[in-house]
């Protein structure tokens, strides 16, 4: 995956001179419950959906400060601050993607960097699609509605 971050980087800044803005938004799920899950399926989430955060922002990090300038928006998810059940690996990595962003915000904010990441709730998306019904969306929304609104409260 590293080198070919540092391609994907480096052909970029070919074309475009430099980037200002990198939005880490991959995302895969293998959802199992604990007992259930193998270790294919969890190392496979944390390596696109953390791991691939952390290579594509160290490697762009590098061109933003020497810019002293760049954003970066993570993609997280509302399953990395409460937990979801069945899906320990995609909890860890979206949970492990909220510890980067606040370190990362510290760490590059002095250096003309924002950092920052957006948590969205349960959103219809074609990989939300495949492994709910459309009763079962519903309800998983309108619990995460409640419990979001009973902490923001």
């Known amino acids: 995956m590293w080198e070919s971050v540092k391609a994907m980087v480096q052909k970029t800044i070919d ?12 995302g895969i799920t293998r959802d199992a419950m604990l007992t259930k899950m193998t270790e294919t399926d969890f190392q496979e989430v944390l390596n696109v ?12 990090a590098l061109h933003m400060v020497a810019n ?33 962003t606040k370190s990362w915000a510290k ?3 002095r250096k003309g960097i924002n950092v920052n990441a957006v948590a969205p709730g ?12 459309f009763n079962n969306r519903y309800q ?3 619990d995460l509605y409640l419990k979001i609104s009973e902490y923001t409260a």
Do not use: P
């Open 122 to 133: 349960f959103t219809l998306t074609e990989m939300v699609k495949l492994y709910t019904s």
């Open 15 to 26: 074309r475009f001179g430099r980037i200002d803005i990198l939005i880490n938004n991959a």
């Open 68 to 100: 002293q300038y760049g954003k970066i928006i993570n993609t997280t998810s509302v399953s990395g601050v409460y937990g979801n059940v069945g899906q320990t690996n995609y909890a860890a990595a979206k949970a492990g993607i909220i510890g980067m």
């Open 140 to 142: 998983v929304s309108k």
């Open 49 to 60: 959906n953390l791991n691939g955060v952390f290579h594509c922002t160290q490697e762009v």
């Open 107 to 109: 760490e590059l904010g």
